[in-house]
């Protein structure tokens, strides 16, 4: 099972629709989680951490369910601006628990947002 | 805002040459990283650097590879002898602290070795 999967999509969806994103991980040591955005050949930037109780940052929500190693990222009113790569990320502990802030980063979803 | 800063932003080698990556971390930011990401696939974890000394690398990180924090701004990734598969682009990453605190990414190095 990989570190960190995602549907790589691609997602193609009109102005204004509603998408999510779904994001499984294999470690249940797993401590912090996140959606990072990346546009094409740039750098991947933070788009929101993910907390156990969910959280929600204007159009974007995020959950986590620690028990289902799930984590998922729904995005509404979707704009044109939202075209881009979205990354689902792990922070994960070095062997002997220790944490050092590695992350790990899924294959990433591809969104396209249309006229 | 504070940034992470990378130069070069595109560096052609040839093979077996040497070459350094360097970075400029946020100043205030106390753990460093480097990562890489082949084009088409997902970015990958390099190494980890905290306190002078490396904290975690993969398994990527083999003895080709090094880093250093010469003076206290900088941090390098030397690669000693690149191969052709090294051709990735290079993001160096900083942060204040560990767990939920933001990663913050340099714009990064893209490395074309020929």
């Known amino acids: ?115 | 805002e504070p940034e992470v800063t990378q130069t070069p932003s595109h560096q052609v080698t040839q093979m077996g040459q040497e070459v350094i990556l360097r970075c400029v971390p946020i100043s205030n930011h106390l753990y460093f990283y480097w990562y890489r990401q082949i084009l088409g696939q997902k970015v990958e974890f390099l190494v980890s650097f905290y306190n002078n000394e490396i904290s975690e690398k993969s398994e990527i990180f083999d003895d080709q590879f090094s880093v250093e924090r010469p003076d206290g701004s900088n941090f390098t990734l030397k690669i000693r002898s690149t191969k052709l598969e090294d051709s990735a682009m290079y993001f160096c990453a900083s942060r204040k602290v560990t767990g939920g605190s933001n990663a913050f990414f340099g714009q990064g190095t893209r490395l074309t070795v020929v």
Not at chain 1, 27 to 36: D, E, G, I, K, M
Not at chain 1, 67 to 92: E, F, H
């Open chain 1, 1 to 115: 099972r990989k570190e960190v999967e995602q549907d790589p999509g691609p997602f193609n969806v009109p102005e204004g629709a509603t998408v999510a994103f779904n994001c499984t991980y294999s470690n249940s040591a797993s401590q912090s989680f996140f959606w990072y955005r990346q546009d094409c050949r740039k750098e991947p930037k933070l788009l929101m951490s993910v907390y156990s109780s969910g959280n929600e940052d204007g159009r974007f929500t995020a959950q986590l369910n620690r028990a289902s190693q799930y984590i998922s990222l729904l995005i509404r009113d979707s704009k044109l601006s939202d075209s881009a790569t979205y990354l689902c990320v792990v922070n994960q502990p070095y062997a002997g628990g220790t944490s050092y802030g590695k992350l790990t980063f899924g294959q990433g979803t591809i969104l396209t947002v249309h006229p």
